[in-house]
C-alpha cells in the first residue's frame, strides 16, 4: 500500500479544453450555412432585379401599352367628350393631352392614361376666333393639334397645323406645355401657312407671293417662345390650279432634329441650326416627308382610284433618290434603335405598294437584306428588332409573326400560333414590352417578345361580348356590343 500515490483527476480542465473545439466546429458549419443562405438570396435578388429591369426596358417607349394583366379589367370608360379629346390625343411620359375647340376657344387637358382621371386643364382664346365660325358646326368638333417635343408638348388651337396647311397665312396659336402639370411655357400667335414640333422646338412655315414667285419661310423657337432661327427659302415659281390653288400640295415635317418643306414642285432640308443641306425637284401627286429622320416618298393613287405605277422611295443621307420596292414601312411602335436602316414593304391595304420587307442602308441606299414576305400588314421595332406580321402567301390566307434583326435581317423566331387566335384577318401588333399581342375582332393573343413562343392570351370573356380590342397611344382599347350602342361600351384595359 506503501506504493499508492495520490492522483488528481483534471476532469474540468479536459472539458473546458476539449467542449469549446466541438462549440467552434458547429458554428463553423452553421455560419457557413448562413453565409450561403445569403449569397443565394442576395443573387436571387439580382436575378430578380434584372428580370424586372429586363421586362421594363421599354416602358418609357412611346406607344408601348401599360403591362397587360392576364384577364384585364375596364379602368376607366371612354364617354362621348373624351372620345373626341382622344381621337387626336398624344401620350407623353403617361400623359394623354389632347383637347376640342370652338367659338368659345380652346380647352386642352391633359389625362393619366393608366387611370382616366384629368390632370390638368388650360382654356384660352382662338388665334382667331372670326375664322372659328366658318370651320366649327354643330355637327364637327374640332380638336387641338397637338405633337410631342420630347418631354414636352406643342398643340395649335386654330385649324392651321400639321393635318392643314392654309392657302394664304393665317393667324394662328400654337402653346407649348408640360404634360405633368399643364404648364405653358409658351403662348405664340404667328401669321403662318402651317407649322410642326419636334425635340425642343417648334417650326412655322409662312409665304409670300411676288407676282408668279413665292418664297417661304421658315423660323424655329425654343420651348419658351424664343426664335433660334429664320431661314427664307430662295423664290421659286408658283403653279397654280385654275381657281388659284396651288398646284402642288405642301408638307412641313420635322423628324430627329432635320425640318422638310415640300411645296411648290420643290423639297428644302435643312439641318438643326436651319442652314439648307439639300433642294430637290419633286413630283405631282406624291407623299414628302421626314420619317425616321430620313425624307421618304411614295404616290398616291391616280385621280380615277386605280394604284400609280410610280415607285416609292427615299433622298438618302448623301443626297441622291433610291427608289423603293415596296413603300416606306409604317412602323407602330419605334424605340429609335435603327434609324440607319429604312423599311419597306408591300402593304395590304394600299394597293400601290409591292415588292417584299427589305432593308436599306439609309446613307447609301445599298440593299442590306430582303424577307420574302408577300406583304406586311403591322410592325413593331425595339432594340433593333423589327416584328412584323406578315402575308407568308400572297393569296392572304396565311399570316405569321416575326423576328427580325433590323441591320442584318437575322430571323431572331417565327410564329404562326397563337392561342387562342387564328392568324386569319385583320390584326395589328402591339407590346407591353412583355408580350407581342395580337389584336383584333373580339380577340387578343400573344407571342413572348424574346422567344416568340406563344404566351397565354388575354382572357376577354368576362368583359361581357367584345366587338374589337385596339391600342393606341399606349392604351389598350375595347369596344363591348352594349344594346344598340357599341360605343357606348368603349373602356380602357388594366
Same mark, same amino acid.
Given at each position: 500500500?506503501?506504493?499508492?500515490?495520490?492522483?488528481? &483527476?483534471?476532469?474540468?480542465?479536459?472539458?473546458?479544453?476539449?467542449?469549446?473545439?466541438?462549440? #467552434?466546429?458547429?458554428?463553423?458549419?452553421?455560419?457557413?450555412?448562413?453565409?450561403?443562405?445569403?449569397?443565394?438570396?442576395?443573387?436571387?435578388?439580382?436575378?430578380?432585379?434584372?428580370?424586372?429591369?429586363?421586362?421594363?426596358?421599354?416602358?418609357?417607349?412611346?406607344?408601348?401599352?401599360?403591362?397587360?394583366?392576364?384577364?384585364? *379589367?375596364?379602368?376607366?370608360?371612354?364617354?362621348?367628350?373624351?372620345?373626341?379629346?382622344?381621337?387626336?390625343?398624344?401620350?407623353?411620359?403617361?400623359?394623354?393631352?389632347?383637347?376640342?375647340?370652338?367659338?368659345?376657344?380652346?380647352?386642352?387637358?391633359?389625362?393619366? #392614361?393608366?387611370?382616366?382621371?384629368?390632370?390638368?386643364?388650360?382654356?384660352?382664346?382662338?388665334?382667331?376666333?372670326?375664322?372659328?365660325?366658318?370651320?366649327?358646326?354643330?355637327?364637327?368638333?374640332?380638336?387641338?393639334?397637338?405633337?410631342?417635343?420630347?418631354?414636352?408638348?406643342?398643340?395649335?388651337?386654330?385649324?392651321?397645323?400639321?393635318?392643314?396647311?392654309?392657302?394664304?397665312?393665317?393667324?394662328?396659336?400654337?402653346?407649348?406645355?408640360?404634360?405633368?402639370?399643364?404648364?405653358?411655357?409658351?403662348?405664340?400667335?404667328?401669321?403662318?401657312?402651317?407649322?410642326?414640333?419636334?425635340?425642343?422646338?417648334?417650326?412655322?412655315?409662312?409665304?409670300?407671293?411676288?407676282?408668279?414667285?413665292?418664297?417661304?419661310?421658315?423660323?424655329?423657337?425654343?420651348?419658351?417662345?424664343?426664335?433660334?432661327?429664320?431661314?427664307?427659302?430662295?423664290?421659286?415659281?408658283?403653279?397654280?390650279?385654275?381657281?388659284?390653288?396651288?398646284?402642288?400640295?405642301? #408638307?412641313?415635317?420635322?423628324?430627329?432634329?432635320?425640318?422638310?418643306?415640300?411645296?411648290?414642285?420643290?423639297?428644302?432640308?435643312?439641318?438643326?441650326?436651319? =442652314?439648307?443641306?439639300?433642294?430637290?425637284?419633286?413630283?405631282? #401627286?406624291?407623299?414628302?416627308?421626314?420619317?425616321?429622320?430620313? +425624307?421618304?416618298?411614295?404616290?398616291? =393613287?391616280?385621280?380615277?382610284?386605280?394604284?400609280?405605277?410610280?415607285?416609292?422611295?427615299?433622298?438618302?443621307?448623301?443626297?441622291?433618290?433610291?427608289?423603293?420596292?415596296?413603300?416606306?414601312?409604317?412602323?407602330?411602335?419605334?424605340?429609335?434603335?435603327?434609324?440607319?436602316?429604312?423599311?419597306?414593304?408591300?402593304?395590304?391595304?394600299?394597293?400601290?405598294?409591292?415588292?417584299?420587307?427589305?432593308?436599306?442602308?439609309?446613307?447609301?441606299?445599298? &440593299? &442590306?437584306?430582303?424577307?420574302?414576305?408577300?406583304?406586311?400588314?403591322?410592325?413593331?421595332?425595339?432594340?433593333?428588332?423589327?416584328?412584323?406580321?406578315?402575308?407568308?402567301?400572297?393569296?392572304?390566307?396565311? *399570316?405569321? +409573326?416575326?423576328?427580325?434583326?433590323?441591320?442584318?435581317?437575322?430571323?431572331?423566331?417565327?410564329?404562326?400560333?397563337?392561342?387562342?387566335?387564328?392568324?386569319?384577318?385583320?390584326?395589328?401588333?402591339?407590346?407591353?414590352?412583355?408580350?407581342?399581342?395580337?389584336?383584333?375582332?373580339?380577340?387578343?393573343? =400573344?407571342?413572348?417578345?424574346?422567344?416568340?413562343?406563344?404566351?397565354?392570351?388575354?382572357?376577354? =370573356?368576362?368583359?361581357?361580348?367584345?366587338?374589337?380590342?385596339?391600342?393606341?397611344?399606349?392604351?389598350?382599347?375595347?369596344?363591348?356590343?352594349?344594346?344598340?350602342?357599341?360605343?357606348?361600351?368603349?373602356?380602357?384595359?388594366?
Amino acid at each position: 500500500m506503501g506504493g499508492l500515490r495520490d492522483v488528481e &483527476l483534471l476532469e474540468d480542465e479536459v472539458a473546458a479544453t476539449a467542449l469549446p473545439r466541438v462549440r #467552434r466546429r458547429w458554428w463553423w458549419v452553421a455560419g457557413a450555412i448562413v453565409v450561403v443562405g445569403a449569397l443565394v438570396l442576395a443573387g436571387q435578388v439580382v436575378l430578380d432585379r434584372r428580370h424586372r429591369e429586363h421586362e421594363a426596358r421599354f416602358d418609357d417607349v412611346p406607344g408601348v401599352l401599360l403591362p397587360v394583366p392576364r384577364r384585364p *379589367q375596364v379602368v376607366w370608360a371612354v364617354d362621348d367628350d373624351t372620345r373626341r379629346s382622344l381621337a387626336n390625343s398624344v401620350e407623353v411620359g403617361g400623359v394623354l393631352v389632347g383637347g376640342t375647340l370652338g367659338e368659345a376657344g380652346y380647352s386642352i387637358s391633359g389625362t393619366d #392614361r393608366a387611370t382616366g382621371k384629368a390632370r390638368w386643364t388650360v382654356t384660352g382664346p382662338l388665334g382667331d376666333p372670326s375664322e372659328a365660325a366658318t370651320w366649327v358646326t354643330d355637327d364637327y368638333t374640332p380638336t387641338a393639334q397637338c405633337v410631342p417635343m420630347g418631354t414636352l408638348v406643342a398643340c395649335g388651337v386654330d385649324e392651321v397645323g400639321p393635318r392643314y396647311i392654309a392657302n394664304d397665312p393665317r393667324s394662328t396659336r400654337i402653346l407649348v406645355l408640360d404634360p405633368v402639370d399643364g404648364t405653358v411655357l409658351s403662348d405664340m400667335v404667328s401669321t403662318i401657312r402651317t407649322w410642326t414640333a419636334d425635340d425642343g422646338k417648334v417650326v412655322t412655315a409662312t409665304s409670300t407671293t411676288v407676282g408668279q414667285n413665292v418664297t417661304w419661310t421658315l423660323t424655329a423657337h425654343d420651348p419658351q417662345g424664343r426664335q433660334t432661327w429664320a431661314r427664307a427659302l430662295p423664290p421659286v415659281y408658283f403653279f397654280q390650279n385654275p381657281d388659284g390653288s396651288p398646284a402642288y400640295s405642301s #408638307r412641313l415635317s420635322a423628324d430627329d432634329g432635320l425640318v422638310a418643306l415640300a411645296a411648290e414642285g420643290h423639297l428644302w432640308l435643312l439641318d438643326r441650326g436651319g =442652314a439648307v443641306t439639300r433642294s430637290l425637284r419633286t413630283q405631282d #401627286r406624291r407623299f414628302y416627308g421626314l420619317d425616321r429622320g430620313v +425624307v421618304v416618298s411614295f404616290p398616291y =393613287a391616280n385621280e380615277d382610284g386605280s394604284p400609280s405605277s410610280e415607285p416609292a422611295g427615299f433622298v438618302t443621307r448623301d443626297g441622291r433618290w433610291n427608289p423603293l420596292a415596296g413603300i416606306p414601312l409604317q412602323i407602330g411602335v419605334d424605340d429609335g434603335s435603327a434609324d440607319a436602316v429604312v423599311l419597306s414593304a408591300q402593304r395590304t391595304d394600299e394597293p400601290t405598294s409591292q415588292g417584299p420587307l427589305e432593308a436599306h442602308d439609309a446613307t447609301t441606299g445599298d &440593299l &442590306l437584306w430582303s424577307h420574302p414576305a408577300a406583304a406586311v400588314d403591322s410592325a413593331l421595332l425595339l432594340d433593333e428588332t423589327v416584328y412584323a406580321l406578315v402575308l407568308t402567301r400572297p393569296d392572304g390566307d396565311t *399570316q405569321a +409573326v416575326v423576328a427580325l434583326d433590323a441591320r442584318t435581317g437575322r430571323e431572331r423566331w417565327t410564329s404562326e400560333a397563337v392561342r387562342g387566335i387564328s392568324l386569319v384577318g385583320n390584326l395589328e401588333l402591339a407590346t407591353d414590352g412583355r408580350a407581342i399581342y395580337l389584336l383584333g375582332p373580339a380577340v387578343a393573343g =400573344a407571342l413572348s417578345l424574346d422567344d416568340g413562343r406563344p404566351a397565354p392570351s388575354v382572357d376577354l =370573356a368576362p368583359l361581357g361580348p367584345v366587338n374589337h380590342v385596339f391600342a393606341g397611344d399606349g392604351l389598350l382599347r375595347v369596344v363591348l356590343d352594349v344594346g344598340s350602342k357599341p360605343d357606348s361600351g368603349d373602356g380602357v384595359l388594366g
